[in-house]
């Protein structure tokens, strides 16, 4: 079975440009949660969504969005770029939205900001 | 609030001698606590988890780790290092029941194994 999936790998962004980042969950996964890794530290949680509802949102602006669409899959939206936004981006798809589930981590898309 | 305490950013060792990781956790709840490895270039891989069952909990590749209340700490040990041991280590707190699966990070200890 394949993992989690994200697009793109990398990406170059300008400051002030909006981006979106793509993540598909395992199959059957109906949960899928975003984190923010900057480098040399612990990814943050940004949000979880659970059966395409938001369930969760961590410590970000409102430049920051997302969504589950009914297959699951999930974008991440960033608007108004800051320089500070570059980092690897990770999804992370489990079967429920509860931490009984193991969460499975996808590679992450990396996102600089010029 | 919930949050974990890595007490060593870098550890090296060298292969084949004991490797420990060290964490200490607060939570207001009984916690569920990870350890999850990052190679590089790779997503994060979970290790093991700690969920209120045995206190001793034994995870992939021969590590485990410990659960004890009392000195609030979830350390991470393997009795033997191999070179692909090298990695990122992160602890990992979540809360047991709650309404999501927000995990939190701790800042990650890199394990370096010299032959």
């Known amino acids: 079975d394949a993992g989690v999936t994200q697009s793109p790998t990398h990406l170059i962004k300008t400051r002030g440009q909006h981006v979106t980042l793509r993540c598909s969950p395992i199959s059957g996964h109906k949960s899928v949660s975003w984190y923010q890794q900057v480098l040399g530290q612990g990814p943050q949680f940004i949000f979880q969504?659970?059966?395409?509802?938001?369930?969760g949102r961590g410590n970000f602006p409102d430049r920051f969005s997302a969504r589950q669409f009914p297959n699951y899959s999930s974008e991440l939206n960033v608007n108004a770029l800051l320089l500070g936004d570059s980092a690897l981006y990770l999804c992370?798809?489990?079967?429920?939205?509860?931490?009984?589930?193991?969460?499975?981590f996808g590679p992450g898309t990396r996102l600089t900001v010029t | 609030a919930q949050s974990v305490t890595q007490l060593d950013s870098h550890v090296s060792v060298s292969e084949g001698t004991p490797v420990l990781l060290r964490c200490n956790y607060s939570?207001?709840?009984?916690?569920?606590l990870f350890w999850y490895v990052q190679h590089p270039n790779k997503g994060l891989q979970l290790l093991l988890k700690?969920?209120?069952?045995?206190?001793l909990v034994k995870g992939i590749n021969g590590f485990e780790a410990e659960f004890k209340k009392s000195e609030t700490s979830f350390h991470l040990t393997k009795p033997s290092a191999h070179m692909s041991d090298a990695a990122e280590y992160f602890c990992?707190?979540?809360?047991?029941?709650?309404?999501?699966?927000?995990?939190?990070f701790g800042t990650g200890t890199l394990l370096a194994v010299q032959p």
């Open positions: 969504y659970y059966e395409k509802e938001e369930r």
């Open positions: 939570s207001s709840y009984s916690p569920s």
């Open positions: 990992v707190v979540s809360e047991v029941g709650g309404a999501t699966n927000k995990l939190i």
């Open positions: 992370a798809s489990s079967l429920d939205r509860t931490s009984f589930y193991e969460q499975y």
């Open positions: 700690y969920t209120s069952a045995a206190t």
